[in-house]
C-alpha cells in the first residue's frame, strides 16, 4: 500500500506522505469491513426471509476451520501496511529541518521558530490568539489566528511541544499530528515536508474556559 | 529567501523516545561543564549550546540560566 502510493497524488489538501498512506489505509480497512458486513447482513436477511429448517447439520468441522483461516488471512493482509505506517510515522532522522519550539497556554499558543525574528517582543517567541472580531468574509470563525505558526514547505518539521500551565494538545489533523503538550514536559512530533498552504488545528485536551477557543495555525510558505 | 541547510539537533540515542525534557536539561547542563572545564571560548562546547538553544522553551533555559547566575541551579555543574 505504501509503495504505490508514492506513484499515485493522494495528497490532496497539501497532507503530508504519513498521513496521505493513513487515509488510504484507512479506505483500504474501512471496504474490507464493509465486505463483512454485507456478508454477515446477507446471511441474516437469508434466516429471517426464507423459510426452510437451518438445524439440518448441527456440527461441521469444515466450516469452522473455513471460518477460523479465512479472517486470520485477511488480518495478516492488514498486517503490513499496518506495521509499516507504525514504522514510518517515526522514521525521521532528525539531522536536518526545521525546529519548532510551541509552548501551551491558557488560552493561546506561542510559538518559537528559528527562521522568525519577533518584531513585537524582544525574543524570538510570539503569541498566537484566536481573532474573535473584525473577520472577514471567507475567513474560518474559529480558526483565524492573528500570528499563524510559519513554516517551510516541502522540509521535515520538529515541533517540540510543552504547556506552561495546564495540558493542552498540539493538534495538526491534516498531518497526521497530535502532541500533547504538559507542563514540565518537552515532547515531539515529527512531519515530513508539507506542501505550500494554511493548516488549522484545535487544541485537543481540555484545558478550562476557552479550551474551544485556542486553535493552531500554519502557514507553510516557500518564500521567507 | 531562506539559503544555506536547516539543520535539526541530530537525533541523540540516549533520548530514543518522545519524552526530550532529558536531552534538553542535559545539554544545558553539558554545556556548562563545557564551560566550566574548558572555559567559554572553546568552541565545541557551543554545541551543546546550540542543542539546547534550539529544542528548550524559552522559559526554560532563561530560568535556568537565572538560577546558574545565582548560583542557585540544582545540577551539578562543576
Same mark, same amino acid.
Given at each position: 500500500?505504501?509503495?504505490?502510493?508514492?506513484? $499515485?497524488?493522494?495528497?490532496?489538501?497539501?497532507?503530508?506522505?504519513?498521513?496521505?498512506?493513513?487515509?488510504?489505509?484507512?479506505?483500504? !480497512?474501512?471496504?474490507?469491513?464493509?465486505?463483512? #458486513?454485507?456478508?454477515? !447482513?446477507? #446471511?441474516?436477511?437469508?434466516?429471517?426471509?426464507?423459510?426452510?429448517?437451518?438445524?439440518?447439520?448441527? $456440527?461441521?468441522?469444515?466450516?469452522? /476451520? /473455513?471460518?477460523?483461516?479465512?479472517?486470520?488471512?485477511?488480518? #495478516?493482509?492488514?498486517?503490513? =501496511?499496518?506495521?509499516?505506517?507504525?514504522?514510518?510515522?517515526?522514521?525521521?532522522?532528525?539531522?536536518?529541518?526545521?525546529?519548532?519550539?510551541?509552548?501551551? +497556554?491558557?488560552?493561546?499558543?506561542?510559538?518559537?521558530?528559528?527562521?522568525?525574528?519577533?518584531?513585537?517582543?524582544?525574543?524570538?517567541?510570539?503569541?498566537?490568539?484566536?481573532?474573535?472580531?473584525?473577520?472577514?468574509?471567507?475567513?474560518?470563525?474559529?480558526?483565524?489566528?492573528?500570528? =499563524?505558526?510559519?513554516?517551510?514547505?516541502? /522540509? =521535515? !518539521?520538529?515541533?517540540?511541544?510543552?504547556?506552561?500551565?495546564?495540558? +493542552?494538545?498540539?493538534?495538526?489533523?491534516?498531518?497526521?499530528?497530535?502532541?500533547?503538550?504538559?507542563?514540565?514536559?518537552?515532547? /515531539?512530533?515529527?512531519? $515530513? $515536508?508539507?506542501?505550500?498552504?494554511?493548516?488549522?488545528?484545535?487544541?485537543?485536551?481540555?484545558?478550562?474556559?476557552? +479550551?474551544?477557543?485556542? =486553535?493552531?495555525?500554519?502557514?507553510?510558505?516557500?518564500?521567507? | 529567501?531562506?539559503?544555506?541547510?536547516?539543520?535539526?539537533?541530530?537525533?541523540?540515542?540516549?533520548?530514543?523516545?518522545?519524552?526530550?525534557?532529558?536531552?534538553? *536539561?542535559?545539554?544545558?547542563?553539558?554545556?556548562?561543564?563545557?564551560?566550566?572545564?574548558?572555559?567559554?571560548?572553546?568552541?565545541?562546547?557551543?554545541?551543546?549550546? *546550540?542543542?539546547?538553544?534550539?529544542?528548550?522553551?524559552?522559559? *526554560?533555559?532563561?530560568? *535556568?540560566?537565572?538560577?546558574?547566575?545565582?548560583?542557585?541551579?540544582?545540577?551539578?555543574?562543576?
Amino acid at each position: 500500500i505504501v509503495s504505490y502510493l508514492v506513484l $499515485g497524488n493522494y495528497f490532496f489538501n497539501g497532507l503530508n506522505f504519513f498521513m496521505g498512506n493513513l487515509i488510504m489505509f484507512h479506505d483500504f !480497512l474501512l471496504i474490507i469491513c464493509y465486505f463483512v #458486513l454485507f456478508f454477515i !447482513l446477507s #446471511l441474516m436477511l437469508s434466516m429471517v426471509v426464507f423459510s426452510g429448517s437451518y438445524f439440518n447439520n448441527l $456440527g461441521n468441522v469444515v466450516l469452522e /476451520v /473455513v471460518w477460523t483461516v479465512i479472517p486470520s488471512l485477511i488480518l #495478516l493482509g492488514l498486517v503490513e =501496511p499496518s506495521l509499516t505506517l507504525l514504522y514510518i510515522s517515526e522514521a525521521f532522522s532528525f539531522n536536518n529541518g526545521q525546529v519548532l519550539k510551541v509552548v501551551g +497556554h491558557q488560552w493561546y499558543w506561542s510559538y518559537n521558530s528559528d527562521l522568525i525574528n519577533s518584531v513585537v517582543q524582544d525574543s524570538t517567541d510570539y503569541d498566537s490568539y484566536l481573532i474573535t472580531s473584525d473577520l472577514v468574509s471567507g475567513d474560518f470563525r474559529l480558526l483565524e489566528v492573528d500570528l =499563524p505558526l510559519v513554516v517551510l514547505a516541502n /522540509v =521535515p !518539521l520538529y515541533f517540540f511541544v510543552s504547556s506552561s500551565d495546564v495540558i +493542552h494538545s498540539f493538534a495538526l489533523p491534516s498531518l497526521g499530528l497530535k502532541v500533547d503538550a504538559f507542563p514540565g514536559r518537552l515532547n /515531539v512530533g515529527v512531519s $515530513g $515536508g508539507v506542501s505550500v498552504g494554511c493548516y488549522w488545528g484545535q487544541c485537543s485536551e481540555i484545558c478550562g474556559a476557552n +479550551h474551544a477557543f485556542m =486553535p493552531i495555525g500554519m502557514e507553510a510558505l516557500i518564500y521567507f | 529567501p531562506i539559503t544555506g541547510k536547516l539543520t535539526a539537533p541530530p537525533y541523540d540515542p540516549r533520548f530514543p523516545n518522545m519524552n526530550k525534557t532529558r536531552m534538553c *536539561w542535559q545539554n544545558f547542563v553539558d554545556y556548562h561543564r563545557c564551560v566550566n572545564k574548558f572555559g567559554e571560548e572553546h568552541k565545541p562546547c557551543a554545541w551543546f549550546q *546550540w542543542v539546547y538553544k534550539k529544542i528548550c522553551p524559552n522559559e *526554560w533555559h532563561e530560568r *535556568w540560566q537565572e538560577r546558574v547566575d545565582d548560583d542557585a541551579f540544582a545540577g551539578r555543574l562543576k
